[in-house]
């Protein structure tokens, strides 16, 4: 079993920041790519950003230039730091792993709870 646990949401003022943290657990070997998604009342879920195994970075073109994703190894942690937010980045924070065991077995798609991040004028 491997889980996923988000914190960092919170409420903050347009043009603030807010940094993310999502911490992967459980018998894992190795983790592929890493990434933030996230899913605003009423709108399906998107990707906003995701970073590989070797470091590189993909982000959402809505977020570029504003959020920065990054990974601790060691401790299968992701992070989002979000800059400059805005009232349309309110939404709930979703990250996901692939994730590998020590069999060499790939773990079907994990979620955790999300947390919710909160953008007010």
């Known amino acids: 079993q491997v889980q996923l646990v988000e914190s960092g949401g919170g409420l903050v003022q347009a043009g603030g920041s807010l940094r993310l943290s999502c911490v992967a657990s459980?018998?894992?070997?190795?983790?592929?790519?890493m990434g933030w998604y996230r899913q605003a009342p009423g709108k399906q879920r998107e990707l906003v950003a995701f970073i590989t195994s070797g470091g590189s970075t993909n982000y959402a073109h809505f977020v570029a230039g504003r959020f920065t994703i990054s990974r601790d190894t060691a401790k299968n942690t992701v992070y989002l730091q979000m800059n400059s937010l805005k009232l349309e980045d309110t939404a709930v924070y979703y990250c996901?792993?692939?994730?590998?065991?020590?069999?060499?077995?790939?773990?079907?798609?994990?979620w955790g709870q999300g947390t919710l991040v909160t953008v007010g004028s």
């Open positions: 996901n792993a692939d994730m590998v065991s020590y069999g060499s077995f790939r773990y079907p798609a994990v």
């Open positions: 459980g018998s894992i070997s190795s983790i592929n790519n």
